[in-house]
């Protein structure tokens, strides 16, 4: 592990963040969505990005664009999906940050004042994942990944993590 040399205010405030973020990274981001072609069709027609390949699964659309990862999911891709659109309505689902170890990181927000929803979860391609109980105040969920195995969008583990994603506030 690389432990980055933390700074006054890190040390002041307890910020764990620079021990656990690769590189200051959004991984991706997940927009809920009422009509997945609609949308997509705004992505990839008038702002630039690209299908990713792969397949990704009904109900969602993955999306590329200089380094940008957008996840569209419609109430297709599931129950809670559609559940979270009849709650919330569209829009931002949740933001996921690139970190070196999901474990270290859940570990310092547990020891912190942050609700978390899930546990650390594990994929067959060696991901690792959580999510915090979304912000009744922002409407924010943040996700925290841990791409320690093969650098690929797993449908299983979206499937896996989605059922326990969004519950409630």
Known sequence: FFFKQKTAYEISTRDWSSDVCSSDLI?????????????????????????????????????????????????????????????????????AIEVLNAGYAHRGLTGGDASLLTDVVVDADGHEQFFTVRDPATGVQIGFISRTGHRVRSEEHTSELQSRVDISY
């Open 27 to 95: 991984d991706h981001v997940v927009v809920a969505v009422d009509d997945l072609s609609n949308a997509a069709a705004l992505f990839t027609g008038r702002l630039g990005f690209h299908p990713s390949t792969g397949s990704h699964g009904a109900g969602i659309a993955v999306l590329d664009a200089g380094g940008v990862t957008v996840v569209l999911v419609g109430p297709e891709a599931g129950p809670d999906v559609a559940q979270h659109l009849a709650t919330h309505g569209p829009g931002l689902h949740h933001i």
